[in-house]
């Protein structure tokens, strides 16, 4: 049996807590840590399209939630990943049909009380309706008519949407959206 | 002299190990840590503006360095700020000074080998050269002749900015910014 005094106990407890807040506190200005109680996290995003994805989601502070975003953290050996974390905010189907569009690799986590209770991977469905706005200006969905878009996914691996009522193949590298009422 | 046995001693040991490693990865899908070891911290940026701040700077993500950006962080009692760490870039002073008209309330702490080396609080100076594009097209700045725009701040509580060429006054909510050559 070892004999440790009493000062070498203290000691060690101080450095137990020391540990403990010295990690989040230390140099506080270069460090941010957040954790969400409720909301979205929406992880490995595909290099360089955080700032997309924001704008796809109409994210941009304005409704006063707590929004963390990373952009190029390592993600293994040779990738890169973004990551958006969203307090107050569960994402929707379209929500999760437009990252599916422009950030495949995404994986959608809810969090409640903290913790992980649905984790989602997004896939592309065989056709979109009504998020995407054909970039035909003379196309039927473009008009007074209010018809909504409706776009099908005719090649996944290659990322090709076609709109179903005028043929135009949409550059996802530029999409709009139609605004919401 | 208190006796503390091994295994005592050990379970302290295995505490204290769990205690610094837990903190970044307990529920790591929802905890973004990010210390940086060189680069720029804009703390302070006034509430709605760190967007604003990124396009400003041209940060985007497309260099591949990391870049940490939180918005509507707690900020004393009643107010929010955002907040951005960009790793391997140093504000240069056109940045900065881009920052006291869009975000004045902002620090700038310059990070190196994990330590803030140097801090400043952005200011607007008397006029500010380069930057700014006039927003009048017929102002000669904008022209082939090739001169460059000097913006006088001509009161700077309100944020009011004049072509010193032209007259024109500025909205600050919509400034573009001359291309780079």
């Not at 379209?94 to 495949?104: C, F, G, Q, R, S």
């Not at 409706?150 to 990322?159: G, P």
Request: positive net charge; contains cysteine.
């Amino acid at each position: 049996m070892e004999m440790m005094p009493f000062w070498e106990k203290l000691f060690i407890l101080l450095f137990i807590y020391n540990g403990r807040y010295t990690n989040y506190s230390m140099e506080q200005s270069d460090l941010i840590v957040r954790r969400i109680k409720d909301g979205t996290v929406i992880d490995h995003i595909n290099e360089g399209k955080g700032l997309k994805v924001l704008e796809a989601l109409d994210i941009d502070g304005r409704r006063g939630n707590v929004i963390t975003i990373a952009l190029n953290m390592p993600s293994g050996k040779l990738k890169k990943k973004d990551m958006i974390k969203v307090e107050g905010r569960f994402l929707e189907d379209d929500d999760t049909n437009k990252l599916a569009v422009i950030a495949p690799s995404s994986t959608v986590n809810i969090i409640k009380n903290y913790k992980v209770v649905e984790k989602r991977h997004v896939s592309l469905p065989n056709q979109i309706e009504r998020i995407f706005r054909c970039s035909n200006p003379d196309c039927i969905t473009n008009s007074q008519e209010h018809i909504e878009s409706t776009m099908e996914v005719i090649n996944k691996e290659q990322l090709v949407l076609k709109c179903r009522y005028c043929g135009r193949i949409l550059d996802v590298n530029d999409l709009r959206y139609q605004k919401k009422d």
